[in-house]
């Protein structure tokens, strides 16, 4: 295993975990955790099933397309908080403040990069396949 590849497998395992046990102290503590980060039983659902999506996939050597998952997501939605429409969707819907809108544009950014140098075939060479035999 190359060190980009390990890079995959704990950032992957890091971020699923994280997100995983975010959400049971989002679903014990109600709408504000870790002093500043807006949340609810919506917020907290979709980070349970993020995290238990990232183990299961992690797990399956797939930390590459977790990450790029998670990071085009978490930055979709971080980028459309600061746009007045999609604002109150997101606050209403998942309640979310600045705080949390800046933390997923990080992750995000973040999550794509890991994905993106640890995609398989930046390190592994093209085999061409022939029908000659």
């Known amino acids: 295993m190359n060190r980009t590849s390990r890079l995959g497998l704990v950032y992957g ?3 699923a975990l994280f997100l995983t046990i ?5 679903f014990a503590s109600g709408p504000i955790i ?8 919506n917020h907290a659902l979709i980070h349970l099933v993020l995290g238990v999506l990232g183990i299961g996939m992690v797990t399956a ?7 790029a998952f998670v990071g085009f997501l ?7 908080y600061f ?4 604002a109150a969707f997101l606050w209403q819907t998942l309640n979310m403040n600045d705080n949390v809108a800046l933390l997923n544009l990080v992750i ?5 990069f890991v994905s993106g140098i640890t995609r398989p075939d930046l390190h592994q060479p093209h085999k061409p396949t022939s029908g000659m035999a």
Do not use: H, M
């Not at 870790?34 to 039983?41: A, D, E, H, S, Y």
């Not at 050597?61 to 990450?67: C, E, K, S």
């Not at 995000?108 to 794509?112: D, E, I, K, Q």
């Open 74 to 80: 978490l930055l979709i939605v971080g980028v459309l």
């Open 83 to 86: 746009f007045p429409g999609p």
């Open 34 to 41: 870790f002093g500043n980060l807006t949340t609810n039983v």
């Open 13 to 15: 395992y890091l971020l």
């Open 108 to 112: 995000g950014v973040v999550s794509l």
């Open 22 to 26: 975010e959400s049971l102290v989002e």
């Open 61 to 67: 050597g797939r930390p590459g397309p977790y990450a």
